[in-house]
């Protein structure tokens, strides 16, 4: 018999709300300005070729000259305009009737 405790199964809910939030985040891409829908993919997956780590700002701003203060300003825009269009367009898919204390 294997040992089950530390396997995590993600439910249903959490894998639809991930797709559905990555729609949005594709929608929100489509339509910003080519530099800014670059600095997301660099702020998300980084650049090995450049020596760009993920999720680092400083990194970004090292290697292209761009303020990390304007980085952050479109990393947090751009997330913020998923939300919303997350909300907007398919929240109402995700939540469900059932209230958990």
């Known amino acids: ?3 089950t405790d530390e396997i995590q199964i993600e439910s249903e809910k959490e894998t639809n709300y991930k797709e559905y939030f ?3 985040l594709e929608a929100i891409l489509k339509n910003t300005e080519w530099y800014e ?3 997301f993919e660099l702020y998300s997956n980084g650049d090995n ?4 780590k993920p999720r680092s700002a400083r990194s970004i701003s090292r290697i292209t000259g761009i303020s990390r203060q304007e980085i952050l300003r479109v ?4 997330k913020n305009k998923a ?3 997350f ?5 109402h898919l995700i939540v469900s009737n059932d209230i958990r204390p």
């Open 87 to 91: 909300n907007t367009n398919y929240r």
């Open 75 to 78: 990393i947090k825009e751009i």
């Open 1 to 3: 018999m294997y040992d």
């Open 83 to 85: 939300n919303e269009h």
């Open 22 to 24: 990555y729609k949005s």
């Open 49 to 52: 070729d450049k020596g760009i």
């Open 37 to 39: 829908a670059r600095i």
